[in-house]
């Protein structure tokens, strides 16, 4: 048997093609797993559990028919579906982990992460992300009507692209110390992350021992699956037709 790995699909109901790629990973390879992890931004953006579109209501059934199988499925929220909740877990019956989660993979211990707060050059980023977990922010922004939230995030999207296009590439990229240090903290030398869209093994001396830093690919043109068992590792592509 096999532990999955995916994030950043960006999924939404304007990319039909890549949704239904998704589904077709949800029905044909995940019910074959160990167990199923969304490192974050499996979502374009998330406005709320309250989310009455068909789009919405068509991901969580997913979900929910792969936990019903048998096969259990963890979700660590990223900085696009930070809104993802305790209503979106009971739905589907998978389990939110924190920023940071320690898990035993075959033996070996491994930090799970989305990967922004790794990104520390990204000052201004960091920034607004403080401010956007806020429990009292979020308690408000969730008891707005759901069609003031989606204007809302439509403004934000449009503030993230665009300043998207006046940062670097090493900017948003991390840095090899935050992981170190997290990795330290954490007394592991493996790493699985996803957010820079940066598809790699990275492999780097620390403490005087080898450790790896896994960086999951984004969805697009291309799907990406990273396959742990107890003898390989592989980060899989897929062509989006």
Request: include cysteine; proline fraction near 4%.
């Amino acid at each position: 048997m096999t532990t999955l790995f995916i994030s950043d699909l960006h999924l939404s109901p304007n990319v039909p093609k890549l949704n239904q790629a998704f589904f077709h990973f949800m029905r044909k390879e995940a019910p074959k797993a160990d167990a199923l992890y969304v490192l974050g931004d499996l979502f374009d953006f998330w406005t709320g559990d309250d989310d009455p579109s068909p789009f919405a209501r068509s991901i969580i059934e997913a979900f929910k028919q792969l936990t019903d199988s048998g096969v259990p499925c963890y979700f660590t929220r990223g900085n696009r579906d930070f809104l993802v909740g305790k209503g979106f877990a009971k739905e589907t019956g998978v389990t939110l982990l924190g920023d940071e989660t320690v898990v035993e993979l075959y033996g070996q211990k491994a930090v799970l992460l989305h990967g922004d707060t790794l990104c520390t050059l990204d000052e201004a980023y960091l920034n607004y992300r403080k401010k956007v977990h806020l429990p009292w922010l979020q308690w408000l922004f969730n008891h707005l009507p759901f069609s003031v939230r989606e204007k809302i995030v439509a403004k934000i999207k449009g503030e993230i692209k665009d300043d998207k296009k006046s940062k670097s590439l090493d900017i948003m990229d991390v840095t090899q110390a935050e992981v170190e240090n997290v990795m330290h903290h954490h007394r592991v030398s493996l790493m699985i992350h996803g957010h820079t869209h940066r598809p790699n093994i990275h492999h780097f001396n620390m403490d005087g021992h080898e450790a790896r830093r896994i960086v999951l690919g984004d969805w697009g043109y291309y799907g990406y699956v990273l396959r742990i068992n107890e003898k390989s590792l592989s980060q899989d592509s897929f062509p989006i037709d």
